[in-house]
Nanobody, 121 residues
């Protein structure tokens, strides 16, 4: 059974930093593409950062230069380092994993339980 467990959320003042972690189990982690999404109250869930199995990364314009996504395939964990946080970064952050099981089954999406990040002004 595939499971994603997040940790590292919390309350921080504007300009501060937080690091989110997401540990996976029950999957061949190194083969999977990973991402971090966030959802603020009353808004849709949006992609914040993504990293492929090969290590290529992509970021939403709003976090470029401030957030860094990384992965440790030995620990089956993906990270999101968030620096220079702003009040508008306040949201629940979800890690996402895409497991490609081939053409017959397709790609399966898995989600972490969510981590609250609150940035005070």
């Amino acid at each position: 059974q595939v499971e994603l467990v997040e940790s590292g959320g919390g309350l921080v003042q504007a300009g501060g930093s937080l690091r989110l972690s997401c540990a996976a189990s029950g999957t061949i982690f190194s083969r999977n593409d990973l991402g971090w999404y966030r959802q603020a109250p009353g808004k849709q869930r949006d992609l914040v950062a993504a990293i492929t199995s090969g290590g290529s990364t992509d970021y939403a314009d709003s976090v470029k230069g401030r957030f860094t996504i990384s992965r440790d395939n030995d620990k089956d964990t993906v990270y999101l380092q968030m620096n220079t946080l702003k009040p508008e970064d306040t949201a629940v952050y979800y890690c996402n994993m895409k497991e490609d099981l081939g053409l017959r089954i397709g790609v399966l999406d898995y989600w972490g339980q969510g981590a609250q990040v609150t940035v005070s002004s």
